[in-house]
């Protein structure tokens, strides 16, 4: 199983990044998925979730802003990034029920 995560970057506060996560080996239909950050001296915490049956959850900290989708079809897991801050400034990891994880993107927001 390997998980690719792709599209991070440096933007600047208020922009937007769309994260994707692309999967081999492994079927996303009917599985739970999700995108957690680590931020450098932090452990790593959630971000967003989508269950089995597409119930999403989001860390208060990015409601309103973050958007959590897929496309089983595809095999890809994504997160709309919108209005960033810096203190969005992580690396971010996508991971299918807690088991498998990708090697994270860097997501940097600064001026």
């Known amino acids: 199983v390997q998980l690719q995560a792709s599209g991070g970057g440096l933007v600047q506060p208020g922009g937007s990044l769309r994260l994707s996560c692309a999967a081999s080996?492994?079927?996303?239909?009917?599985?739970?998925m999700g995108w957690y950050r680590q931020a450098p001296g932090k452990g790593r915490e959630l971000v967003a979730d989508i269950a089995a049956g597409g119930a999403r959850d989001y860390a208060d900290s990015v409601k309103g802003r973050f958007t959590i989708s897929r496309d089983s079809a595809k095999n890809m897991l994504y997160l709309q990034m919108n209005d960033l801050k810096p203190e969005d400034t992580a690396v971010y990891y996508c991971?299918?029920?807690?088991?498998?994880w990708g090697k994270g993107t860097q997501v940097t927001v600064s001026s």
């Open positions: 080996g492994i079927s996303f239909r009917l599985k739970a």
């Open positions: 991971t299918v029920q807690g088991v498998y």
